[in-house]
């Protein structure tokens, strides 16, 4: 993929985290995405088009509304600074335009479900059901014969956290299980690395919670899983093959 590819690209993850800002807010609280039109949250007054450019527009704001100077919150910068970033790193890392489409999608995908998972401890089925169809739709469209395995991947991945969900009903939602699944009908086979990722990262910052709030309290913590599926997807999406090579040719001669 060349520059102009990525450059191209990065604008677009821009343009659409600045998307996923109203999305993250809105879809929680169950309003529309589209009406009304983007306004600050303080005084309601709608935003102008040269106040919403990514980026660009907070900086020269200086973080603050136009009209009341009411603060805004870094959040949104740096929401579309990372999907600018990510967007751009998956078409660089990108052998074929259907694994840079399906990368970028997935990773449009895991940015709103993270953040709305870290901050309401719900992953919306509207998210999941929309990556599905995309992850299906893109695939069939652009890699045909790397669909059945997808398909089997999103079972295979959907299917291990139900059995976890059904085992210990307490410390596994559904919408973790769902997401499993879209994970694994973008990543195929590399859902296997980006589940493995998720399940020690996720360990790892409970044994660290039960470290700071004694192991009593720690276990009565609750923690949301979906960021830490987002952060095995992401590492799947840049490495995912080269540490499935890897395992099946260290493991599996």
């Not at 169950?30 to 009406?35: A, F, G, N, R, T």
Request: contains cysteine.
């Amino acid at each position: 993929m060349g520059a102009a590819t990525a450059t191209f690209t990065g604008a677009f993850g821009a343009i659409v985290g600045s998307f996923l800002n109203v999305v993250v807010y809105r879809l929680p609280r169950q309003e529309s995405i589209v009406k009304p039109a983007s306004h600050c949250i303080s005084c309601g007054s709608t935003l102008k088009p040269y106040d919403k450019v990514p980026v660009l527009s907070w900086l020269i704001l200086r973080g603050h509304c136009r009209n009341c100077s009411a603060s805004i919150s870094k959040r949104y910068p740096l929401v579309e600074a990372l999907c600018a970033l990510l967007c751009v790193a998956a078409v660089l890392a990108g052998d074929s335009t259907a694994t840079v489409t399906l990368n970028v999608a997935l990773i449009l995908l895991l940015v709103p479900v993270a953040l709305i998972d870290l901050e309401h401890r719900i992953i919306p089925n509207r998210l999941t059901a929309l990556g599905a169809v995309l992850a299906i739709g893109i695939g069939t469209a652009l890699d045909p014969s790397g669909e059945p395995t997808r398909l089997i991947a999103g079972a295979g991945a959907g299917g291990a956290l139900l059995l976890a969900a059904l085992a210990y009903p307490g410390g596994m939602g559904m919408g973790d299980v769902k997401l499993a699944g879209v994970m694994g009908l973008f990543l195929g086979s590399a859902v296997v690395p980006a589940m493995l990722i998720a399940l020690l990262a996720g360990v790892l910052y409970g044994a660290l919670v039960m470290v700071r709030k004694g192991a009593q309290a720690g276990r009565k913590t609750a923690i949301p899983f979906g960021p830490f599926l987002a952060f095995g997807s992401l590492i799947a999406v840049f490495a995912g093959d080269p540490l499935v090579n890897w395992y099946t040719t260290t493991f599996l001669r």
